[in-house]
């Protein structure tokens, strides 16, 4: 067990709807970082947030957004959705620095 | 541009060591992990290298050549347990935040 915390572990919705996924990171991380691997791409940084702030975007596409809320728990928005964003998004904390990344069990999302 | 190579399978019996590579080009570097995935689960982290040389935990070692841009995992002694896909991973130092730039992970087989 990690000790990062996502949900819901699976997600299946349909083309055009909206979802949000959630994030409990380790007990004393400050940093949350979403990542979504598709069988293809592998894993691919989306954005970072430390302490409530946003520090660094990846490929993130303008329809999905995040935000880190003062309980440092974080949320990963994803709007207009397309059959391919049907993915595992992952969720992992660290402390920052060079510190390892600890990575939840992931949400699997499915379009249909 | 950033890159990170790694072969795509490999196979190995019980019992053996395996000797997994890692060739990366990014604009700047600040670390290299190396994760292992199950199927369907969450990656792990095994190991952290910033300098050159060989870092050792038990039966899994990483080895770091920042002058060529290379690294390798070694596994000994494997196990069944041992097949996962293994995940390469650089901490680009010119990008802001602490994120990782993944690999797209090697397979690998371990049969008795």
């Known amino acids: 067990d990690s000790g990062v915390t996502q949900t819901p572990k699976h997600l299946i919705t349909a083309t055009g709807q909206r979802v949000t996924l959630r994030c409990s990171p380790r007990?004393?991380?400050?940093?949350v970082y979403w990542y979504q691997q598709s069988l293809d791409q592998g894993l691919q940084f989306l954005i970072q947030?430390?302490?409530?702030?946003?520090?660094a975007k990846g490929n993130i596409l303008e329809r999905f957004s995040a935000q880190q809320f003062p309980d440092l728990h974080s949320e990963l928005n994803l709007s207009s959705l397309e059959l391919g964003d049907s993915a595992l998004y992952f969720c992992?904390?660290?402390?920052?620095?060079?510190?390892?990344?600890?990575f939840g069990d992931g949400t699997r999302l499915s379009i249909l | 541009g950033q890159n990170i190579d790694q072969p795509t399978e490999m196979t190995a019996t019980e019992g053996a060591i395996v000797q997994i590579n890692c060739t990366y080009q990014?604009?700047?570097?600040?670390?290299l992990f190396w994760y292992q995935q199950h199927a369907g689960e969450a990656p792990t982290f095994l190991s952290y290298?910033?300098?050159?040389g060989l870092e050792e935990k038990g039966r899994f070692s990483s080895f770091l050549s920042r002058s060529k841009g290379y690294s390798y995992l070694l596994l000994k002694e494997l196990q069944m347990k041992d097949s996962a896909s293994y995940l390469c991973?650089?901490?680009?130092?010119?990008?802001?935040?602490?994120?990782?730039?993944f690999g797209k992970g090697t397979t690998l087989s371990v049969s008795s």
């Open positions: 992992a904390s660290s402390t920052g620095g060079n510190q390892p990344q600890h």
């Open positions: 007990s004393g991380d400050l940093s």
């Open positions: 947030y430390y302490n409530g702030e946003e520090r």
């Open positions: 990014t604009s700047g570097f600040n670390g």
């Open positions: 290298n910033v300098l050159d």
């Open positions: 991973a650089v901490r680009d130092g010119d990008q802001a935040g602490t994120a990782l730039i």
